[in-house]
């Protein structure tokens, strides 16, 4: 399958079943401008699932991820999250090339919900299977760009989820807990939170560390999974 034709027909797809006032709907749960169609997130995924049988059946990663680079640039969320989709199938053939390209892919996300989408899944997949490119992710940190620190955060939250690189974890973390930006104090708090679930001595011994020096909005989040009392003392004085 050609990638440009395939992605001129899921974009007309997109066009030809929009909701404008679903599209609406959707906006308010982002403080910056968005462009969306208004589909469901259901709709995108079993039409990316039919791709994605189809360049699994011809044994093309290369074409799948030469189609989702060119809808991740699109822009759009249902691109964004048809991009995701597709490649959900493919995660045996992630290696480092895949993971350079995410990297590029980050330039290219304008809102929450597509680093969510790209980092979370496509990144965390990577993770999953190689391990973390802590050094690239700390880099990540230090962008002047909100949703490049908020992916380096992000692209952990399915290995913390599992109890993994909980040293990678809080190294990441400890350079953004002091951020001034909303979205990526949720990000690290949402980091923070997942890595919880199986490590919650630890992770009540860093919050604490950090306490006075970052914000009640990381802290809440960090806490969410917490018992009551843990939590309570983790909040204690704030």
Aim: with cysteine; proline share 4%.
């Amino acid at each position: 399958m050609d990638p440009h034709i395939v992605a001129t027909d899921v974009r007309a797809y997109f066009e030809a079943h929009a909701d404008p006032q679903s599209a609406q709907g959707a906006r308010r749960f982002f403080k910056e401008p968005i462009r969306t169609y208004g589909l469901p997130a259901r709709e995108v995924q079993k039409l990316a699932a039919r791709y994605r049988r189809q360049f699994k059946a011809e044994h093309d990663f290369a074409g799948a991820m030469a189609l989702a680079d060119e809808m991740i640039r699109g822009g759009s969320l249902e691109e964004v999250g048809f991009a995701v989709a597709l490649l959900g199938g493919f995660e045996r053939q992630f290696d480092a090339t895949t993971f350079a390209v995410i990297n590029g892919w980050v330039d290219h996300l304008t809102n929450w919900a597509a680093v969510d989408g790209v980092c979370g899944g496509l990144a965390g997949t990577y993770i999953l299977r190689h391990g973390p490119p802590t050094d690239e992710l700390l880099r990540w940190t230090q962008s002047p760009v909100r949703w490049r620190r908020r992916a380096a955060a992000v692209s952990l939250v399915q290995p913390a989820r599992k109890g993994l690189y909980l040293a990678d974890v809080f190294r990441v973390a400890e350079q953004l807990m002091a951020d001034e930006d909303d979205l990526v104090r949720k990000g690290v708090g949402w980091l923070l939170k997942e890595a919880s679930r199986q490590h919650t001595d630890e992770l009540v011994a860093f919050l604490l560390r950090w306490r006075d020096r970052t914000s009640r909005l990381v802290l809440r989040y960090a806490c969410e999974l917490m018992p009551a009392a843990t939590r309570q003392r983790v909040l204690a004085g704030i």
